[in-house]
């Protein structure tokens, strides 16, 4: 349940016999005050298997009054698992997302998406925040059902960069004085997972997991900071398919082959995965080798012909403070060099250098006429003509473009993600001094 800016009651629920389905299975409905609680049926394509259910919903409406529902959702399954159970359970379950602005169109959302073996994803939670959807749910990685899950979010502006929250968890929150509730052996090890985001976009998610040396169960909290490590839990790069990438840390050692060769497999770089570099002076690309070196800051194009998780080994991305580039950001940053334009507008792509999210709408946009700097918002760097206001993605198969003031299109950086930018004519007037894109630091 959820209630709107005027003070509607919105619920979703999941009920096999309203409307008569003749399969008996559970379908997603939503209703609300505002429609006298009239039924609507929000899942579709339904298949007519009697495990296909649409279970669990969780509901959130927006700041614009849209409703937002996400399900765990048996369509795309087998049976496997337990025969005595009528044949079998759904061997994979995907979790599925619909909203009331676009007449409840079903999207399959949290990645991976692909054919792969036994997966159980069940119980998401849903929070919108700043325009983006945030989601997160339990995971199991083969088809038993009360094996140990793990709990993973992933969010509208990058859903193939869902990260494992529960591998690093803060330390449990129940009162050590109190001893956990007692629990049988076979429950499943984690569940009764919260998720919010707050006004900045830090995102906040408890949940219940068992220990299993004596079977007692504990609240434990993460918030986005500390969802990764120094680098973060890596990126997916599906078989077939170019992506945007970048390091979200100091990579040792530097090499992209001894970062991700072990990743991707296969027969090895320049046969199995390939990566390509842009070069903004002669606006060009160019294939890399496999012992160049990362950089933070910077991007790449990565493509395999084998799918796999590009995971990085460093330390923390290095900060400065964020007032020597004159008034604006206060705290610390990492400051990016753009490459100023010599008369012509220039593409450059730029990397995400944290393993935690970055509003665009904190960026600043730095330059030095020789004397002081200047920070500048996308949208006022813009009007200055030093580089456009927004930024484009690769998401694996479209380009997406966000801004910083534009309302529906604000960006969110996702870590060890790369984008382009655009730098305008106006740049050419700082060659000497240079401009810089300043990513704040948590």
């Known amino acids: 349940m959820d209630i709107d800016n005027d003070g509607n009651v919105h619920v979703a629920f999941s009920n096999g016999t ?5 399969t008996g299975t559970n379908h997603i409905w939503y209703a609300s005050s505002l429609s006298n609680w ?5 899942d579709s394509d339904v298949t007519g298997n009697w495990w296909d ?11 614009d009054n849209t409703v937002h529902i996400v399900w765990e959702d048996h369509r795309n399954t087998a049976l496997s698992g337990d025969p005595a159970y009528q044949g079998g359970l759904p061997n994979r379950t995907e979790i599925y997302y619909a909203n009331s602005s676009n007449a409840w169109t079903n999207a399959e959302i949290a990645l991976p998406i692909d054919t792969a073996g036994p997966r159980v994803k069940t119980s998401p939670a849903i929070y919108v925040q700043n325009n983006s959807v945030h989601v997160s749910w339990i995971q199991t990685e083969t088809d038993d059902w009360v094996a140990q899950g ?3 979010y992933s969010n509208s502006n990058n859903w193939d960069s869902a990260v494992n929250i529960s591998n690093n968890p803060d330390s449990p929150i129940t009162d050590p004085d109190m001893p956990g509730s007692e629990m049988p052996s076979s429950s499943l090890g984690l569940s009764q997972h919260a998720l919010s985001v707050d006004e900045d976009g830090n995102v906040h998610v408890t949940w219940i997991e068992r220990d299993n040396s004596n079977n007692t169960y504990n609240i434990f909290y993460a918030s986005s900071p500390s969802f990764n490590t120094a680098c973060g839990n890596g990126r997916d790069l599906p078989a077939n398919t170019w992506l945007m990438t970048a390091p979200s840390c100091t990579p040792s050692p530097t090499g992209i082959n001894d970062q991700y060769g072990t990743d991707l497999g296969g027969t090895g770089y320049n046969n199995s995965w390939i990566s390509f570099e842009w070069l903004t002076g002669t606006q060009k690309y160019n294939q890399q080798a496999g012992t160049d070196p990362l950089a933070l800051g910077v991007g790449n194009w990565n493509y395999s012909f084998n799918a796999g998780t590009l995971t990085l080994s460093g330390t923390a991305t290095p900060t400065e403070d964020c007032s020597i580039y004159g008034p604006g950001l ?8 753009l490459v100023p334009s010599a008369g012509a ?51 694996g198969s479209a380009y997406e473009s966000h801004d910083d003031s534009t309302p529906g299109m604000l960006g969110i950086l996702q870590p060890q993600e790369s984008f ?7 740049s050419s007037d700082f060659n000497v001094e240079g401009i810089k894109l300043l990513i704040p630091a948590r």
Not at 38 to 42: A, E, F, G, P
Not at 361 to 380: H, I, K, L, N, Y
Not at 420 to 426: D, M
Request: charged share 15%.
């Open 18 to 22: 309203v409307g008569g389905d003749p």
């Open 38 to 42: 009239t039924n609507v049926q929000v």
């Open 53 to 63: 259910d649409r279970i669990n919903p969780s509901i959130n409406v927006d700041s």
């Open 150 to 152: 793990n709990l993973f």
């Open 330 to 337: 206060t705290g610390q940053c990492f400051a990016i060099d």
């Open 345 to 395: 507008a220039l593409w450059q792509i730029v990397g995400h250098p944290f393993p935690y999210t970055a509003n665009w709408a904190d960026v600043r946009v730095a330059a030095f006429d020789g004397t002081t700097w200047t920070q500048r918002t996308p949208s006022e760097a813009e009007t200055a003509d030093l580089m456009l206001k927004t930024f484009w993605r690769w998401t």
């Open 420 to 426: 382009w930018v655009r730098i305008l004519p106006g």
